[in-house]
């Protein structure tokens, strides 16, 4: 399986992704926030989209600087997203619980970049601040390919192979939940 290195600016975390997945622009209004309170807007395309590539977590590997991860929550019932408090850099969104194998990671500090996948879908494109190009893919393989994880990885057992957990099934790091004024 081909693997990339996602590192946050400072480079003191890094993690293996694999590069098999779905890739996606999401131009909703909370992941763009997410980008935004981290300051990093230089990542979200013309019309304020995050490109994002959805892996299985079971080939993920923190590699070093677990200790700086740190999430956030922009929605009662939204992702987590996780970023570096070492150098705010926006890395993944995750679902709360491990039973959902889901990670979707921003494209932006991964490299190498050649054996991405192309980009399959632009979705919540309602929440674009300008015109986006088509065309605009479907959400549908994403969707598809989300299921099927979901199901390889409790068949098999994988889903408790999720470095955002611990062996019990707790989140590795803290994070905040969302606060009465968000979103
Ligand atoms: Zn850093
Ligand atoms: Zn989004």
Same mark, same amino acid.
């Not at 309602?126 to 549908?140: F, M, N, Q, R, T």
């Not at 994403?142 to 707790?170: C, E, Q």
């Given at each position: 399986?081909? !693997?990339? #290195?996602?590192?946050?600016?400072?480079?003191?975390?890094?993690?293996?992704?694999?590069?098999?997945?779905?890739?996606? #622009?999401?131009?909703? !209004?909370?992941?763009?926030? @997410?980008?935004?309170?981290?300051? !990093?807007?230089?990542?979200?395309?013309?019309?304020?989209?995050?490109?994002?590539?959805?892996?299985?977590?079971?080939?993920?590997?923190?590699?070093?600087?677990?200790? +700086?991860?740190?999430?956030?929550?922009?929605?009662?019932?939204?992702?987590?997203?996780?970023?570096?408090?070492?150098?705010?850099?926006?890395?993944? =969104?995750?679902?709360?619980?491990? +039973?959902?194998? @889901?990670?979707?990671?921003? &494209?932006?500090?991964?490299?190498? #970049?050649?054996?991405?996948?192309?980009?399959?879908?632009?979705? *919540?494109? !309602?929440?674009?601040?300008? +015109?986006?190009?088509?065309? *605009?893919?479907?959400?549908?393989?994403?969707?598809?390919?989300?299921?099927?994880?979901? &199901?390889?990885? *409790?068949?098999?057992?994988?889903?408790? #192979? =999720?470095? @955002? @957990?611990?062996?019990?099934? +707790?989140?590795?790091?803290?994070?905040?939940?969302?606060?009465? =004024?968000?979103?």
């Amino acid at each position: 399986m081909d !693997k990339a #290195k996602w590192s946050c600016t400072c480079g003191k975390v890094e993690v293996e992704v694999p590069v098999t997945g779905v890739r996606l #622009k999401c131009y909703c !209004k909370s992941c763009r926030a @997410f980008v935004e309170q981290l300051g !990093k807007t230089e990542r979200l395309d013309a019309a304020g989209g995050s490109d994002l590539l959805q892996v299985a977590p079971d080939g993920l590997r923190i590699l070093k600087g677990q200790e +700086h991860l740190a999430w956030m929550r922009l929605t009662e019932k939204g992702p987590l997203r996780w970023y570096t408090t070492c150098c705010n850099t926006p890395m993944a =969104n995750t679902l709360p619980t491990r +039973h959902v194998p @889901f990670a979707s990671f921003q &494209v932006a500090d991964l490299s190498p #970049k050649t054996d991405l996948p192309e980009v399959q879908a632009k979705v *919540h494109l !309602k929440g674009a601040l300008a +015109h986006v190009d088509g065309p *605009h893919g479907s959400a549908l393989p994403m969707i598809l390919a989300l299921l099927r994880r979901t &199901v390889t990885a *409790h068949v098999t057992g994988k889903w408790r #192979k =999720n470095p @955002f @957990f611990d062996d019990k099934g +707790h989140l590795i790091a803290s994070g905040r939940e969302p606060l009465p =004024n968000d979103g």
